[in-house]
């Protein structure tokens, strides 16, 4: 009955490729102008017949096989809470402790521990492992998840038995600007002290939320300025003379009774203004190596008192708020490869992918600076660096100069990066909605005030992003960028597209072009938008030599081998065994980031899943009457030169999930996944 069953599924296939043919054809020519790929006649196939729309329903498989698509079931925070809670006390969920050492009385919570010790239920339900070997075999030491590590069959000492002792220290030894626990609880506490932000927004204005605080506070800093013109030495640099001492004790005083309620650093929208106390300032930077110290808020200046230590020591080699330009870290981006930082699949295991394929630059995922403040743990892994991102950046993103330039200076202090962006072309409601990304476009005032309270504040070089404008037809950037120079940015990086458009129609290359020439020597212009080849990239090039190089990003996530046919001047027709090694690498990068336990590969299914829901638009060199490919056409449905290739080409997440079960074995019952991003969404009339 099977077989039989099969040979009418495929007669009705060859059949329906016969009518494929026997339809008029269209000329490239023509395809190309409808954003179609013209894909060789040959390769066409009928498209799918599927039961309503994939990108609206959610593809649920389980072990037994595809199921029907269902509606996701949405639930309450609490709902989803006390399922976290009693998922945490089954048996699967062993106390990671206990699962390194192999022993129950190794954990130093003992019965309060909120995971299970029962070693002996672990094991009867552990799923079996999983083809392959542990992805830290190749390191110093045991595997650092033990019994838990779903390649536990392969953790052999030399007598053939499995070692559990754990390894001393993090397992990821390859990756920096790890979370602090004791940063974490002076940011939950809001005890956190940020002196260079504090004195910044001083110098600026910026501290005070009146006006009348704010241009006092510019008076007497130009005032003490001009009686301390003594001491500035000829790089216009202040210099640290015997008589500073009660300055610096009186301007940590100042910074302490002028410092905003700390509860405000945690709301992304600010509360109603209100008066603050005039205090004569003494804005005198302080020196190197600096413990603050806190005085009693009722006592002036003058008055001494009882001092508390506080424990965060300024850390800072320069003897004055305004760094000469010499003395600011200098970066190139000039004909480098840079990946743009994206947002879900930019993760740390997918940039490893690119570094390999020939990226100079990368950058990591935007990071909201309310939830950084906060000392949210989910939000500072965005901020984590592998060792092979030898040119690195971050990303962070917020609405107001205060909450971003005491993130950065949170993020010079704790974390080793070459760059700072701040993101001011979001388009995302979310954020837009709180005054950031696009929204700043419509306030280039406070634009200028975030960038310049960034920049005085770290000696990291300071970049930016932005799009032409909020409003389709109304672009902004170009009256502004021929003063952006006197900011204080490094780079700026123009997306060429409104926040309207989001990612609909190409982009506007010819006013990038008119941008990059009107900007100043001493701020850099990166262009982004379609680039999907190396033609498109020596056509931006040699088109406009102002330009210091084009960000790839959707490009990058289509084929990450983007970067290899740059540096090698070629169109690449890549085979479905070579894009498969690609993905393998990813999974065995994203194991040793996530983990190689239930919970870790689980995590990497889900993100490359989301990885092939773009991987899935490329058509093969070999395949096209017409190249390049260009970003916006949509691939036909296709036959592959063989099935992986077929398969690769799938648009269903069906069969995204039989790719990830290739690589991480069956998916766990009832498994859901929808992909997170619809990229080429036009925003509704009233938004403009």
């Not at 004195?199 to 003490?224: E, F, P, S, V, W």
């Not at 600096?290 to 508390?308: A, V, W, Y």
């Not at 889900?606 to 490919?629: A, K, M, N």
Request: aromatic fraction near 6%; charged fraction near 25%; proline fraction near 5%.
């Amino acid at each position: 009955m099977e077989d039989s069953e099969g040979l009418d599924s495929t007669s009705k296939d060859v059949a329906a490729a016969e009518a494929v043919l026997t339809v008029p054809a269209q000329s490239a020519e023509e395809l190309v102008a409808k954003s179609i790929a013209p894909v060789k006649r040959e390769y066409l196939r009928p498209p799918p017949v599927r039961n309503g729309d994939n990108k609206a329903e959610e593809k649920v498989v389980s072990n037994d096989g595809p199921s029907a698509p269902i509606l996701k079931e949405k639930k309450s925070k609490r709902q989803l809470k006390r399922e976290r809670r009693e998922e945490q006390k089954s048996a699967l969920h062993i106390c990671p402790a206990v699962a390194k050492s192999g022993e129950a009385s190794s954990c130093a919570y003992n019965e309060n521990c909120r995971f299970s010790h029962d070693l002996e239920a672990f094991k009867a339900q552990k799923p079996d492992d999983l083809d392959g070997t542990c992805p830290f075999l190749s390191r110093e030491g045991p595997c650092p998840y033990g019994l838990a590590c779903r390649f536990a069959g392969t953790h052999k000492d030399d007598n053939g038995e499995v070692a559990n002792r754990t390894i001393n220290g993090d397992n990821r030894n390859n990756e920096m600007n790890m979370l602090i626990k004791d940063v974490q609880k002076l940011l939950w506490k809001n005890k956190m002290k940020f002196p260079k932000a504090d004195a910044a927004l001083t110098l600026l204005g910026l501290q005070g939320n009146g006006k009348k605080n704010r241009t006092g506070n510019n008076d007497i800093a130009d005032q003490i300025v001009a009686n301390d013109s003594e001491n500035v030495n000829g790089n216009g640099c202040c210099t640290a003379t015997a008589d500073s001492s009660n300055n610096l004790d009186c301007y940590a005083q100042v910074l302490e009774e002028a410092k905003p309620d700390e509860a405000d650093v945690a709301d992304e929208v600010r509360p109603p203004k209100r008066t603050k106390p005039s205090v004569e300032t003494c804005p005198v930077p302080p020196t190197d190596g600096l413990i603050l110290l806190e005085k009693d808020m009722d006592k002036s200046c003058k008055q001494s008192g009882p001092e508390t230590i506080i424990e965060n020591i300024v850390e800072d080699n320069d003897k004055c708020l305004n760094l000469h330009p010499r003395e600011k870290k200098i970066i190139d981006f000039r004909d480098k490869l840079y990946l743009a930082p994206l947002t879900t699949v930019g993760n740390l295991p997918y940039r490893r992918v690119c570094k390999v394929l020939g990226a100079d630059v990368t950058c990591g995922e935007m990071a909201m600076c309310t939830n950084l403040l906060q000392g949210q743990a989910s939000e500072w892994a965005l901020l984590r660096r592998h060792s092979s991102e030898d040119f690195f950046g971050v990303q962070i993103c917020g609405a107001y100069p205060d909450t971003v330039a005491r993130t950065v200076e949170l993020i010079e202090q704790h974390c080793t990066v070459d760059f700072i962006d701040i993101n001011m072309g979001c388009p995302i409601d979310i954020v837009v909605n709180k005054g950031a990304g696009s929204a700043l476009l419509t306030k280039p005032m406070r634009m200028k005030s975030v960038v310049e309270a960034s920049s005085k504040t770290v000696s990291t070089p300071i970049t930016f992003k932005v799009r032409m404008g909020y409003f389709e037809g109304k672009n902004r950037i170009d009256s502004l960028i021929a003063n952006m120079g006197d900011w204080g940015g490094s780079a700026i990086t123009i997306h060429g597209r409104t926040r309207q458009q989001r990612y609909s129609k190409l982009a506007d290359w010819d006013y990038i072009y008119q941008c990059a020439r009107a900007a100043p020597s001493n701020l850099q212009v990166v262009g982004n938008g379609d680039v999907f080849s190396y033609m498109d990239w020596n056509t931006h090039k040699s088109d406009c030599p102002e330009l210091s190089t084009c960000m790839i990003a959707r490009g990058a996530l289509v084929k990450p081998w983007i970067f290899t046919e740059i540096k090698e001047q070629r169109h690449w027709d890549i085979s479905s065994g070579e894009r498969f090694n690609i993905l393998k690498d990813y999974v065995r990068f994203g194991l040793e980031h996530w983990g190689s336990d239930s919970k870790g590969v689980e995590t990497t299914r889900h993100f490359l899943l989301e990885w092939l829901s773009y991987t899935c638009r490329y058509v093969p060199v070999g395949l096209l009457d017409v190249i390049p490919q260009r970003i916006n056409w949509r691939p036909p449905s296709y036959y592959g030169r063989d099935d992986l290739e077929t398969l690769m080409a799938s648009d269903s997440a069906a069969d995204w999930i039989r790719i990830s079960e290739m690589l991480l074995g069956k998916v766990p019952s009832g498994f859901t996944f929808s992909p997170k991003h619809k990229s080429n969404a036009y925003d509704r009339a009233e938004n403009g």
